[in-house]
Nanobody, 123 residues
Framework: QVQLIESGGGLVQAGGSLRLSCAAS????????MGWFRQAPGKEREFVAA????????YYADSVKGRFTISRDNTKNTVYLQMNSLKPEDMAVYYC????????????????WGQGTQVTVSS
């Protein structure tokens, strides 16, 4: 049974930082591209960042480029999202997802999803 468990969300002031983690089990982690997506109230889920199997390729949404960094540790079956200079518009539930195919921005390509972690940014 595949499980993706996110952690690290919380309340932070604008300009602050958070580091999200997503621990994976039940799959060969190093064979999956990993992605982070987010969904704010009343909005559709949107792509945030993705990383290839080895970590050699990374994609970012324009809205987070330069502020967020995705990384992975295949020895720990974990993917991370370092979020700096947070803005109120970053407030959302953040989901990690696993894609057995190559790195992708399209949520429909992802096979497994976590339950999400809430990020709240106060202005």
């Amino acid at each position: 049974q595949v499980q993706l468990i996110e952690s690290g969300g919380g309340l932070v002031q604008a300009g602050g930082s958070l580091r999200l983690s997503c621990a994976a089990s039940g799959l060969t982690f190093s064979s999956y591209a990993m992605g982070w997506f987010r969904q704010a109230p009343g909005k559709e889920r949107e792509f945030v960042a993705a990383i290839s199997w080895t970590g050699g390729m990374k994609y970012y949404a324009d809205s987070v480029k330069g502020r967020f960094t995705i990384s992975r540790d295949n020895t720990k079956n974990t993917v991370y999202l370092q979020m700096n200079s947070l803005k109120p518009e970053d407030m959302a539930v953040y989901y990690c997802a696993a894609d057995r195919g190559p790195i992708d921005r399209n949520s429909l390509e992802y096979d497994y999803w976590g339950q999400g972690t809430q990020v709240t940014v106060s202005s």
